[in-house]
Every structure is written in C-alpha cells, then in structure tokens.
C-alpha cells in the first residue's frame, strides 16, 4: 500500500510540473553544487538565462548542495533538466531512465579524470603514501570526488577507504576540498581534472598549494540530462539552443568564462567506465 501511495505522490508531481510547462510555467533546470554554492550561481546562472532568452520562455535554475537533492527532483518531476555528475547520471539511467541532452567538452574532448592530490610540501608520492592519513571526499554521489578513489583503494588495496585512511569526510564541492589540502586539513583528497585545471588557471591561490600524485583514466563528462517523459520537442530545443552556444559571441563569452569549448552530444557509451566501477564495487566491497 505505501508503494503505492509512493508511486501515485510521484505522478501527481510530474502531472503538476508538466501542466505548469503546459501553462506556459518555467523550465526548471537543477545545478547541484559541484562547486562552491556561490561560485556555482555566478558560473551558471548566465548560462540558464541564455537558455531562457533563445528558447523565449522563462528557465528557472534549481540550486541544490548535493546530488542527492538534484536526483530525487529530477526523478519526481520537479525538475525538468539538470546538470548531474558521471556517477549519478548512471544510477539515474538505470532508475527512472534519465536520458542525455548534451556534456560539456573542454579542452579538446569530452571526458575528464580524477585528480588525487596532496600538499605539495607533502612527502606524499602515490595513493599509497595516505595510508593512515586524513583524507576528503566531495559528494557521495560524486564520480571523481568519492567512486574513483574508492575503486583506486579496492583494486589496489583490497580494502575500503574507511579502513585505509584514518579518516574520511565530505567537504560538499571540490573547490572546498582543494582548499582543505591546500591549508593542511586533510592530507589528500581527490577531485574533479576540470575544476582543479579551472582554478589552477582562474585563482591559483589553493591548487599552488598542491601536487597531484595520481591521475584516473578518462570517463564520460558530467552531462545535462532530462527525463525520458519530457516534451521532446522541448528536449530538443534545449538540446539545440546548448550545441549552439559556441557560435555567437555571447554564448561563447558564457563559455569561455567557465573554459567550455562547447556542448556536443555525448553517447551512453562513454559512461561505461563508470558502470564498470560501480559494479565492481558492488561486488567486492
């Protein structure tokens, strides 16, 4: 019964969401805080109104802390787009059948890596030098920030990271966790190659601080992603307006500010690295 009751709550939701759209109601796209919160807003608040402005209906951006948050609205309709992370763009395929839009390419290509990272005075040289030391994640939910470098520590050291470090916590962004190895709060963390190459190149004040001992291999970047149910001809339009961006002047100042060299559509298949991590992990640890 309460299943149900579930499902019929979720429905209702996505019913009153797409009559809101219907109605002439805002598009709604959710931007979790892969960044500082503050930092997110100035990075891609400009990029939401252009949206709005070419697709000549109000888009509103739906900030949330975390994936988590980002997710559970996506999937009950109170969403209709969002920019998600690698990790959670898997899980949400598999779950309510969140489908791809666009994915950002930057330097060339559009994947991206994890940065394992310590001070740079530290005489750390590897993963394996933080044996026993304090160590950041940045999200749960959050390829580079916590599924990367938990797959690292299970294939390299059969064991967890809660039992190869003497303690993990969560900073919530990457620029955060940066900081915390940049001011020696914790001895390593790993992190997102896009915002680590943004702020090396944008405010170098933390990253001047840090070295990167390890590198992961690529992954699929990031993408905006919609909910199969969506109005394709809205799908589209979105779709449409991002591929776009690069080719007027101000599209490309949005993107050259956050070092985007344009939007391409990404395949499924570039996410299958992080399929095939996540099931390893449910399997062995």
Known sequence: MMKRWVGICAAVLWLNAAAAMAAGGPVKIGVAAMISPKETVKYYKKMIDY??????????????????????????????????????????????????????????????????????????KNLGDLKGKKFAF???????????????IGKDFNTTPEKFFSKVLYTKSHDKSIEAVAKKLVDGASVD???????AKKNPAFTSQTKIIRKSPKYGIPPVVVRKDTDPTLKAKIRDIFLN????????????????DKFI?????????????????????
Request: proline share 6%; hydrophobic share 35%; aromatic share 12%.
């Open 51 to 124: 949206v709005g402005a070419k697709l000549g209906q109000p888009v509103e951006m739906v900030q949330k802390e975390n994936y988590d948050e980002t997710d559970k609205m996506l999937e009950s309709g109170d969403l209709n787009f969002a920019f998600v992370c690698s990790g959670p763009y898997v899980k949400d395929h598999d779950k309510f059948g969140a489908e791809l839009v666009v994915a950002p390419q930057s330097y060339g290509q559009p994947f991206y890596y994890a940065y394992i990272i310590a001070h740079k005075n530290s005489p750390a």
């Open 138 to 152: 940045t999200d749960p939910k959050s390829n580079t920030g916590k599924i990367v470098p938990t797959y690292m």
């Open 193 to 199: 190659s896009l915002i680590y190459d943004y702020a």
């Open 245 to 260: 961006m690069h080719k007027d002047a101000e599209g490309k100042a949005i993107l050259d500010g956050i070092m985007v």
């Open 265 to 285: 559509v990404p395949k499924d298949a570039d996410y299958n690295s992080v399929r095939e991590m996540d099931s390893w992990l449910k399997k062995h640890l």
